[in-house]
């Protein structure tokens, strides 16, 4: 195991977020010496990893759970999270047991979502195999479902008690699910950090390269953002200013478009397109210079990223963004940026700003 780095989470129950090569061994240390039962829940058509820490749990005196989930976002409704939890009755799950989510950012929703309900709250410890997990998804606290009505709509805050994100699973992944990851990134570094625009700026390559240090990099400072926001704003219930709502910036747009294409687009994908479209919305409306309205695009798609999405489906997108779970009342509330590394919110914009944007990001089928 190369030397670590470990990202201190603060707020009610603190956790260490830790960054490096070769962590499964760290597993028993997060799971505590009271865990007799350990449930880990992953993806059915990836057991390795899953398999790897089961083993790890067995040799240091826990009886190990599988529970195999099915992919990507189909894991996050109801009925997976009732299978679930009978399995754990069925194991006789105690407070004292513990969750283990190893996979994308989905299983570590899910897993996390079944951890805070289970008697109400048994510890749980995140093990993200994806970029997207490691820089979002698992990391703060944030566990959800999915209903047919939108994305998370369901869902409790549940800290883990440690997150290990081993860079060791990034070149296994297939390289559109490693740059879709990268959105998240770059997200951030136009509200929080703009040294993580540079680094993409000066090199695109490298930014997308699994083995480079450059990449480490990038997880490292989208990583300690979050834990910045989080500690600050565990239940985005912080009164004046955006507190953890920052994390949303681009996100109102992503997910309806998840929602109209039936969760068939990549998370980070959705994003990357929404954060075209609300750089957009910001500049129609005054409020970003359209120089840094134009970077949004620009570095997204030195990464490969999509920055357009198709014509002629506003009316659709508009009906998933009044269900996002920022909007209070009919309302619409948009996380802009007023410049770099200023966000601000955008309440109930017009509808006219809102379909130029949308004609900003429009592709015309070919």
């Known amino acids: ?40 829940l992953h993806p059915g ?9 089961a083993d790890i749990a067995r040799a240091h005196g826990a009886e190990p759970l599988l529970v195999p989930l099915p992919d990507a976002e189909d894991a996050k409704t109801a009925e997976v999270a009732a299978t679930c939890w009978a399995a754990l009755g069925r194991a006789g799950f ?21 951890a805070g309900t289970w008697l109400r709250g048994v510890r749980l410890v995140t093990v993200p195999t994806t970029l997207l997990g490691m820089v979002d998804a698992a990391v703060g606290g944030k566990t959800g479902i999915n209903t047919a009505e939108g994305k998370n709509l369901v869902g409790v805050f549940h800290e883990p008690a440690a997150v290990l994100c081993d860079l060791d699973s990034l070149p ?17 570094g136009f509200t929080s950090d703009p040294r993580i625009l540079a680094l993409v700026r000066e090199d695109p390559v490298a930014a997308t390269d699994p083995a480079s240090p450059v990449l480490r990099e990038l997880v490292e400072r989208a990583i300690r953002v979050k834990a910045e926001v989080v500690a600050d704003d565990l239940r985005e219930s912080r009164p004046g200013g955006l507190g953890r709502e920052v994390l949303n910036y681009g996100h109102t747009f992503a997910h309806a478009v998840e929602q109209v294409e039936h969760y068939r687009w990549r998370h980070g994908d959705a994003v990357s397109v929404g954060l075209v479209f609300v750089s957009a919305l910001a500049r129609c409306a005054g409020r970003l210079d359209p120089a840094d309205a134009a970077a949004h695009r620009e570095i997204l798609a030195s990464l490969g990223l999509p920055t357009a999405y ?23 509330r948009f996380v802009v940026l007023d410049r770099i590394g200023e966000p601000a919110l955008l309440e109930g914009p017009p509808i006219d700003l809102l379909e130029a944007a949308y004609a900003e990001v429009s592709e015309e089928p070919s």
Not at 95 to 113: E, I, N, P, S, Y
């Open 172 to 188: 296994t992944l297939p390289r559109p699910d490693l740059v879709a990851g990268l959105a998240e990134v770059v997200k951030v």
């Open 1 to 40: 195991m190369d030397e670590a780095t470990r990202i201190p989470v603060s707020g009610e129950s603190p956790y260490d977020v830790v960054v490096g090569h070769g962590l499964a061994d760290l597993l028993p240390a997060a799971l505590g010496d009271r865990a007799r039962r350990v449930a880990v």
């Open 94 to 114: 105690t407070r004292t047991d513990a969750v283990v989510g190893v996979g994308g950012g989905a299983t570590t929703d899910l897993a996390g979502f079944v």
């Open 310 to 332: 198709a014509a002629g489906r506003f009316d659709e997108l508009l009906t998933a963004m009044r269900r996002d779970k920022k909007t209070r009342g009919d309302r619409l």
């Open 45 to 53: 058509s990836r057991p390795g990893p899953a398999e790897v820490l």
